[in-house]
């Protein structure tokens, strides 16, 4: 009884195929006798469109090696005594930021958080950004 209406599955197809990470994707459950009028199957052939459409629209400037063609940017948190680094990637003007794994202390690993200028300035102000927290809190 609930789902996504179709120009929501569209939507997140653009978006999937637009992610420099992802390497696949899939639609499954598809079943031609039950499908009235050719309905769905139209509905997924314009899913795929959307999808292909992201994967041409692809930036390709994620952060795989944050060092290598990014600005970096760091801010202190006043309290915490704890840094956040940032990056801004030159060519799309896109933030991401740093946030280690919890309890991790054999080798420093990190995570990057997809983010915005205004994280960027929260954190200038010694602030902890609200995206930095809740994605600290997934980690644990």
């Not at 569209?10 to 195929?17: E, F, I, L, V």
């Not at 600005?71 to 030159?90: C, G, L, M, Q």
Request: with cysteine.
């Amino acid at each position: 009884p609930n789902g996504f209406y179709s120009e929501e599955a569209c939507q997140m197809m653009r978006y999937a195929g637009m992610n420099d990470k992802l390497s696949s994707v899939g639609i499954y459950e598809i079943n031609p006798e039950y499908d009235v009028n050719g309905k769905t199957a139209h509905l997924v052939a314009q899913m795929i469109w959307c999808f292909i459409e992201g994967y041409y629209n692809r930036k390709q400037d994620y952060p795989f090696n944050p060092t290598e063609d990014m600005t970096k940017y760091r801010a202190f948190i006043t309290n915490d005594s704890h840094e956040v680094v940032f990056y801004k990637s030159p060519k799309t003007g896109r933030w991401w930021m740093q946030v280690p794994f919890p309890n991790n202390t054999k080798n420093e690993r990190l995570y990057l958080v997809p983010c915005s200028y205004s994280d960027y300035q929260t954190a200038s102000n010694g602030e902890v950004p609200d995206r930095w927290w809740r994605t600290f809190q997934k980690l644990i």
